[in-house]
């Protein structure tokens, strides 16, 4: 479904991605974890080609990422949600459900500002919706043409603790729907129970990719029991 090869993404001299290569499946849920300045958004970005990469190459269902047939799988949910100022919570449905050709969109529109509790907020401004409630709209348009393939990018930061419960309750919903996943977070947690695969990075690279109970062998000594946070301390911890 997603097979990164090589990416490079340089800031300046700054090599932000570091030759980084990892393929996800169909169906796949893979949790991106990583220290502050790890390189996981500019990954993320540079997939869902917001960012212009330095070097490799990015296919997306067989087809070059930057494609339109490529744009066609998937959603992304940003680390900073961005809401189009002049439009309501309704609106932004509505114009989700016509770029991506979305038939019977409002049904689906409705269970999802259900979920998130906007309904109520329909007529709200994009403007005047609060940080988390912009997040919430990030998410629902996100998830209203339904893709194969979702990235979310910090997707719990700025919600309040109900709505954290549903996008796990999603998460769930969505795996099972045997949708790809891959989803970057520092909330450990929030991935744990989903996900098949974790990767770690750190200074730009890959440095663990593999199931949570094969990250737990390969780590120091006295792996075994360890919960998936020290595990993750104990990867990405200076020498
Ligand atoms: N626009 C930019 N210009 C210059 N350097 C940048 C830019 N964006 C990110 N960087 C640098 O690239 C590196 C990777 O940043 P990135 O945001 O990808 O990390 P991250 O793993 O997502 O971190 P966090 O968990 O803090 O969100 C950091 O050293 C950061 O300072």
Redo the contacts with the bound molecule.
Sequence with gaps: MLTVSNLVKQ??K?K??NDVSFHLDGGEVVGLL????????????CIVGLLRKTAGEITIGGHDHLSVEAKRFFSYIP?TPYVYDLLTVWEHMQFIAQAYGVKDWKGRANELLELYELDDKQKKLGRDLSKGMRQKVSICCALLPDPQLLFF??PMIGLDPKAIKNTKEVFRNLKQAGKTILV?T?LIDSVEAIADRVMI?KD?RIIGNDSIDNLRAQAAQGGEGLSLEDLFLELTKDE
């Design positions: 800031y300046g700054q932000a991605v990583g220290p502050n300045g790890a390189g996981k958004s500019t990954t993320m970005k680390e990018d910090e970057s520092h990075m730009g």
